[in-house]
């Protein structure tokens, strides 16, 4: 079974603090998300990554930044945390089928559900 | 851009038959996929059209026209556990994004 597991399910910090959250998969999947989800905003794409070191923005890419130093690991780093950032975050993997396009699966880890104070 | 609409909320009777549209607007299509998410926990993959038609998987059904940039997903033989929402996603645009809708809450009476 794909286990997708995040550092935190619960996380309080204040504002303009810098907050590290982790995403590890182990089934050696290419593609690595990150969804933050609100009420009646349904998920939204913050960033992804197709390969160790490469990342491409998602729809609301502000205020974070992300890393991908090893393939099984997906790092969302909030600079300052501010109170809008409050939110359930999810990390997603996935494996590119055919010709590079994504096969019908994504994984999505526990979440982490991040207050910010 | 993307835009997907799904409906907010259902409710429906245990033993029913229940069916969540969806339909969307994306620059680039290649797939409609429907995830499941009970109150607290993680989306779980339920089904996933690249195709025109209709996939069965169990109770669960789904649907896609891509002409028409609809899809639904239907429940049969309802339960209580069948109780969560349920999100749609297209995979569109750059290669491996997916844009999902907002969800519909699906409330199971007995």
């Known amino acids: 079974d794909v286990k997708v597991t995040q550092s935190s399910r619960y996380l309080v910090k204040r504002t303009g603090e810098k907050v590290f959250l982790e995403c590890v998969q182990d089934?050696?999947?290419?593609?690595m998300f990150w969804y933050r989800q609100d009420p009646g905003l349904g998920l939204r794409l913050i960033y992804f990554?197709?390969?160790?070191?490469?990342?491409e923005k998602g729809d609301i890419p502000e205020g974070y930044s992300v890393s991908r130093e090893k393939k099984e690991r997906f790092s969302l780093i909030l600079e300052s945390a501010s109170t809008n950032q409050t939110s359930m975050y999810l990390c997603?993997?996935?494996?590119?089928?055919?010709?590079?396009?994504?096969?019908?699966?994504?994984?999505f880890g526990p979440g982490t559900r991040l207050t910010v104070l | 851009g993307q835009s997907l609409e799904q409906p907010s909320e259902v409710t429906a009777v245990e033993g029913a038959i229940v069916q969540i549209n969806c339909t969307y607007q994306?620059?680039?299509?290649?797939?409609l996929s429907w995830y499941q998410q009970h109150d607290g926990g993680a989306p779980t993959f339920l089904s996933y059209?690249?195709?025109?038609g209709l996939e069965e998987t169990g109770r669960f059904s789904s649907f896609l026209s891509r002409s028409d940039s609809y899809g639904y997903l239907l429940l049969q033989e309802l339960q209580m556990k069948d109780s969560a929402s349920y999100f749609c996603?297209?995979?569109?645009?750059?290669?491996?994004?997916?844009?999902f809708g907002s969800g519909t809450k699906l409330n199971v009476k007995p």
């Open positions: 997603a993997s996935s494996d590119p089928g055919l010709a590079g396009r994504s096969t019908d699966t994504q994984y």
């Open positions: 089934m050696d999947h290419e593609n």
């Open positions: 990554s197709y390969d160790v070191k490469m990342k």
């Open positions: 994306t620059s680039g299509f290649y797939g």
């Open positions: 059209n690249a195709l025109d």
């Open positions: 996603a297209v995979e569109g645009g750059n290669f491996n994004k997916f844009y």
